[in-house]
Every structure is written in C-alpha cells, then in structure tokens.
C-alpha cells in the first residue's frame, strides 16, 4: 500500500473520455463532448497537482533524498526468468513535474479549444484525439519502464499524427501528418535498437534499477562496440536519437515546421509543450547513466542541443508564416534544454545543467503554449497566416496583445520573467565547463530576443493592413487561458526550482548568478533593440539589410535547404539505386514464379476438364474399373507371395 | 438338404448378386432403377456377412449384428435417395439419369 496508488487515474480519466467520445463522436452534441472532455481533463488536472503536492509538500525529501516510488504496477509481459515488462505508474520528482506541465496545458488548450473550434465540423473528433494525446502522454511521463515509455512515445506519435492531419481534406495538411510519422518513427527505430542494446545487458527496463547508480557496477557493460564506441555510450546514442527525432533536433527537425499545418490548439499542446519535450524528458529520465556511465553521449547530447539551437534560431528570423517562426523557436529552445543537459553533471552542485533543463522545459511550456494560443486567436481573428498581412492589432486585440507581449517578454530572456530564471541556470551551467556551448547559447539569447520582438513588433506594431473584418479579441473561452497562462508565464520563474527537481534527489540551492544574468540580459535588450529599431514602424532598412546579405537570407529562408536535401538523399539515392532494383525484383522475379506457376495449373486443368461431363455414370464405371485394376493387381501380388 | 450348402455356394450367390447390382448401376437410365441397384449390392454384402458369421465363427454373432444394421442405414440411405430423386424430377421432369448433367466443368 502507498499513497499514490490513485495515480493510475490521471492517464485513465482521458482515455475514458477518449473512448466515450470516438464512440458517440456523430451522437453528441459539442456541448456535451466540451463539458465531457474539459471536465474529464479537469479532474486529471486537479489529481496531478494533489500528487504535487502530496509528494513535494506533504512528503518531501526522506533523508534529504527525494524517493522514487511505484504507484502502482502490474506484469505485463514475462520475458524469461529475470526480465519482464511492467506496466505502472513511477512517481518521482521528474514525473510529478511532467504531470504538472502536460495538465496544465492540456486542461487550458481544452477550454481554449471550445472556442477556437466551435465553428468547426471535426469538433467532436477534436476533442477525442486531444483525449487520447492526454492520456497518451500521461502515461508516457509516468511511465516505470523504458518500454512502456516506447509503447506510449508511439501513441502519442499517432495521436499527433491524427492532429496534424485533422484538416485531411487539406492536401498540405496530409503531408505534413505524413512526413512527421514517417520521420518520428524513423527515429524510434533508432530508439527501440537503443533499448534493447541496453536492456540485453543490464537485464532490466525499469527505471528505478536501471538509473541508479549502486547498480552499475553490477551491470555486465564490458567490451566495444563499432566506432570505438562502448556499449552503453552506443545503447545511449541510440536512444539519444529516439529523442531527437521525436524533439525535432537537427537533423531529425524538419517535421516540426510542417507540422504546423495543425490546428492551433494542437500546436501549443504538441507541438510545443508536450509531445516535443519528450525527448528531453527521455534523455533526463536515463540522465544518470548518460552522466555516469557514457559521459560521452552527454557531450554529444549538449552539442547537438546547442547546434539546433542556433540553428533554428537564424531561421526563425527570416520566416514569415507566424506558426513556422514559432515552431522554429520551440525548436530553438529545445535545443536549450538538451544543450542543458548535455553540459550537465550528475548530483550535487554539477546537477545544474539537469535542474536548468528541467526549468527551463517548465517555463516554456507555459510561455510557449501562451505564444501559440496567442498565435491562434489572431490568425482566428485575421484569416491568415502570413505575418506580412497583420500589422497594428494591438489597438484591435487588446487582451490578446498584453498576453502575447507577456510572454515574447518570457522567452527574449526579460529580467522578472519565468525565461529569464531558466536561461540563467542554463547558461550558468554550460558557463562552468563548456565554452564553446556558453558562447553558442549567449548569442541564441540575443537571436530569441530578437526574433520574437521582430514576429511581435511585425503582427502588433508596424503600419496597419486593410482588414476586411475588423480584428477583434476572441470569447472568452480563449481569453480566459490566455489569462491565466500569462500569469503562470511570470510567477513559474519564481518556483525555486532546484528545491523539487534534481539529478539525484536531493533538493539543490540555487540563487540568481548575477554575473551571468546580467551579461544575458544585456543580450537580450540588444536583440529586441534592433528589432525594434527595425519593425516597429515600417522602414526601408530591412529591405536594405536583405539585399547586402542576400544569399545568407535566401539560405536561412529555405530552411539551409535541409528539406532539399531529404528529398534528394530519398528520391535520387534510395529511391533509384535501392528502391527501384527490389521493385523491379519483386515484379520480375517473385512475381514471375507465381505467375509460371499459376499458368501451369491452368493449361493442365484446361486439357483435362473434359473428363468432367457431369455423366454419373461414367464416373461409376471409372470407379469401378479401377476397383476392379486394383483387385487383380492384389490378388496377382497375393498369388504369388 | 440346406445343411449341404457350404459356404462357397453362398459366397457365388452374393457374388452374383453384387456383380448384378453394379452391372445396373452401370447400365440403367432410370434413377429408381439405379437406387435398386445399390440394393441389390448392400444385400449381397449382407448375405456375406451373415455367411461368414454362420460357417466360421458360429459362437459369435457380430456378423448378424452387422447384417442388421447394413438393413437399418440401407432403409435411410433409401429413403434420403429417394428425396433426392423427387427434388431432381421437380427440377429437371424427368429421371432419367442423362438429363441430369449440369455439374461439369
């Protein structure tokens, strides 16, 4: 007995509404299925900060170590003697704060979806994917084993993929849903390989075991892969690719942009809270054998991070779809958190990165779930995408406005903010040992600032566009979450993090470095600086500045042609040399067998068919006949024997 | 005078008996004729059977026992084939075995 043996539910109450709704999706009214599937997330939503609270608040650290405890567990398949895959629910400080973050920001994209889709004819669809994503990726941060975590890494794979193409009459839309599967799923191939490299030699899936350290020794990890690699550093790698696909890292990033084909709510929640975190979330979840057993792998994981990070960011500057800048961002700062991670060490003081990356993954949930909430009320508002069409709504969308203004403030880093505490601890941390990544992540800093204020200054500032429809600010069912977003955007930065997450367990101290605050502040206010100066108000100098670096703007435009080459490597290389030889194979040869074969039988039956000419007779005396062959060659051999 | 008959002389009546029945299942048009036949060809079997139980094995009776039930499933195997030739002569007015011969290729 334990007192989270409840939090089975938390996953469950959505999957329930899930399956109330995809049954009755043509029977239900929307106001039914609204109040079923906001009041079913609600109830999810009030068990996860109960759990908070129970375990931070209530039971705290045991000995100065936050425990790890199973809720509750069953067997669910048996593998041999020592290894079987369970299935249940692992409470501990990462968990629990992943329970937070998805409710959150599930329950507030429920209420603001109630508006944003209220018009719409797939509204009970809607609302029956975002149930199954909810109880997908639930299950996937409570997850005990790494194999459940797989198990629910895919559904929620699915479940975005279901979203992305909810608008399937839309050619692009299919596409998009297409080409994100198709890539997370080439990643978790990578994943699965990863898993069961790692668990063939250390005999287990379940976390608690597999992540603590007293047991490593015991694991039987000896000898070298190929590369030079060992196996664990291997093992790692390879699920560290899991993630990445699935945390759009470059190169794995190039279904994230499209991916925006979604509806908006769908974006906040998905694509930019959830569902991409996971990735981070998977390489925190293992973080002690990545920091302790192949500290190799974690370098790679920071520069992966910290090369995404800016790589992204330049692209956001050039975009001019207002979803496909915010997408860019979220990609940017996800490579914050794996970069985070990635300088980080295990336990104590060196657990910064880890805590850093935890916080930050925290905050920009809630700022960057905001920006794109925001993002939908005014694409809602103005019937485009293109952020050169918008201009001057803030005197029409009051509310939306502050709201959005709050959290660009959040993300460019602005002292007060919850981004401003997060990008200090990360930069703080990658100040310590890594040099190379501190710079890359100092100037990504300044690029955020800047990139946001210019999409902000662009859609809210700048000269005014003709507007068909006068924009005007959503209901309130989209106002509301927008509100209380905005607050948690400003006071989740003074949560004093490191108190409730760790690498180890035990509660770390961290305080404001102002050293590094301040060098990153001034940062900062030299991006958004220059985006002011150059869209606030509409000036030839941009076009100035693309002119003077034209073929670098063309390259950042066209996403470093990334997608370019995709398509050639599939169609010019896979597709020719390897694809088309085993087409060819299979029509020529396989199905050249079964052909001979089919036109074999065929002519044989065509010649003798004659024989069956439905004369009873004739039958009974070719039975006869043979009766009587037989016989004599009986009582021939009988004779003489 | 019946005591001299041996077994032989059954097993040639049977013989006869049977080769009769599949000379007209062979050559008979008539349905009827031909359900006769197999008759004539399950007695002869039956006349084996009760042969053979009397002459050899005389402290047994599963021959007998045997010839019995042959007389019991011939009763239904008539019966059924008689339904069947109904259905045939509704369908086709006829029972003449070469109208009925649509089951071919």
């Known amino acids: 007995m334990n007192a989270f043996e409840y939090t089975f539910l938390i996953p469950f109450i959505p999957l329930l509404g899930f399956l109330l709704i995809i049954f009755n999706f043509k029977r239900f009214p929307k106001k039914l299925t609204a109040a079923l599937a906001t009041s079913l997330i609600g109830i999810s939503f009030v068990l996860s900060v109960y759990t908070a609270w129970q375990y931070f608040i209530i039971m705290g650290p045991l000995h100065g170590v936050y425990p790890k405890i199973i809720g509750n567990h069953f067997e669910w398949l048996k593998l041999g003697e020592h290894l079987s895959v369970h299935m249940g629910t692992l409470i501990d400080q990462a968990s629990v704060m992943m329970l937070i973050v998805v409710s959150t920001v599930s329950l507030m994209v429920h209420i603001y979806s109630i508006g944003y889709m209220h018009d719409d004819r797939g509204f009970n669809r809607f609302f029956a994917f975002l149930q199954l994503f909810s109880f997908s990726m639930l299950s996937l941060v409570i997850a005990t084993n790494v194999f459940q975590i797989y198990i629910f890494w895919e559904l929620v794979g699915v479940s975005s993929f279901l979203l992305i193409g909810f608008y399937y009459e839309k050619p692009s839309a299919v596409a998009a849903s297409k080409k994100a599967f198709i890539v997370t799923r080439f990643a978790d191939l990578f994943f699965l390989l990863g898993i069961l490299l790692i668990s063939f030699h250390t005999d287990t899936f379940d976390f608690i075991s597999l992540t603590n350290p007293e047991n490593f020794e015991r694991f039987n990890l000896h000898g070298t892969t190929f590369l030079g690699l060992s196996i664990p550093a291997l093992a790692l790698i390879l699920i560290f690719v899991g993630g990445a696909g699935k945390s759009a890292m470059f190169p794995l990033h190039i279904w994230l942009p499209d991916a925006m084909e979604g509806p908006s709510p769908v974006s906040a929640l998905i694509h930019a809270a959830t569902m991409v975190v996971a990735g981070v979330y998977l390489v925190a979840r293992m973080f002690a054998n990545y920091a302790i057993m192949a500290p190799e792998a974690l370098a790679l994981v920071g520069y992966v991070g910290a090369f995404t990070s800016l790589f992204a960011a330049v692209i956001a500057t050039t975009q001019i779809d207002f979803k496909r800048v915010l997408a860019f961002s979220t990609i940017s700062q996800i490579g914050y958190m794996m970069a985070a991670l990635g300088v980080s060490g295990y336990g104590e003081e060196a657990g910064l990165g880890y805590m850093a990356s935890m916080f930050h993954l925290f905050t920009h949930a809630m700022f960057k779930a905001l920006l794109f909430l925001g993002a939908g009320a005014v694409i809602h508002a103005v019937h485009t995408n293109s952020i050169r069409e918008m201009g001057g709504l803030r005197k029409y969308m009051k509310t939306t406005h502050i709201t959005f203004l709050i959290a660009t403030l959040a993300i460019a880093g602005f002292p007060g903010l919850s981004g401003f505490f997060s990008k200090d601890e990360i930069i703080t941390a990658a100040h310590q040992s890594y040099p190379l990544v501190f710079y890359t992540l100092l100037v990504v800093a300044g690029l955020t600032a800047f990139y946001m204020f210019r999409l902000y200054f662009l859609v809210f500032w700048n000269t005014e566009t003709h507007y068909h429809h006068k924009p005007h600010d959503p209901g309130k069912a989209m106002l509301i979450p927008l509100i209380i977003l905005a607050v948690l955007s400003i006071v989740s930065g003074y949560i004093p993090f490191g108190e409730f997450v760790s690498s180890d367990g035990k509660p770390l101290h961290t305080h404001l470095h102002f050293d590094i605050a301040i060098i990153s502040t001034l940062v900062s206010f030299v991006g958004i600086a220059i985006a002011w100066f150059l869209y606030k108000k509409s000036s030839d100098l941009t076009s100035h500045l693309i002119a003077r670096w034209g073929t670098f703007y063309r390259w950042a435009y066209n996403k470093f042609y990334i997608d370019e080459v995709y398509l050639f490597i599939t169609h010019n290389i896979i597709f020719a040399y390897i694809s088309r030889p085993i087409a060819w194979f299979d029509r020529h040869v396989v199905d050249g067998t079964m052909n001979v074969i089919g036109w074999i039988t065929v002519t044989t039956s065509e010649k003798i068919k004659g024989m069956q000419s439905g004369q009873l007779q004739q039958y009974a005396f070719a039975f006869v006949s043979a009766i009587l062959v037989i016989s004599a060659f009986l009582i021939y051999y009988l004779i003489n024997n | ?105």
């Open chain 2, 1 to 105: 005078m019946w005591q001299d008959i041996s077994l032989q002389d059954v097993l040639i009546v049977s013989t006869l008996m049977f080769f009769s029945g599949v000379y007209g299942f062979l050559t008979r048009r008539n349905l009827i004729t031909m359900l006769m036949s197999v008759e004539l060809m399950l007695n002869a079997v039956n006349i084996n059977f009760v042969a053979f139980n009397y002459f050899l094995h005389p402290e047994n009776m599963q021959g007998m026992f045997f010839a019995l039930f042959v007389v019991v499933i011939a009763a239904a195997e008539a019966s059924v084939a008689i339904a069947i030739i109904i259905g045939i002569y509704r369908r086709f007015k006829s029972i003449n075995i070469e109208d009925v011969s649509k089951m071919k290729f």
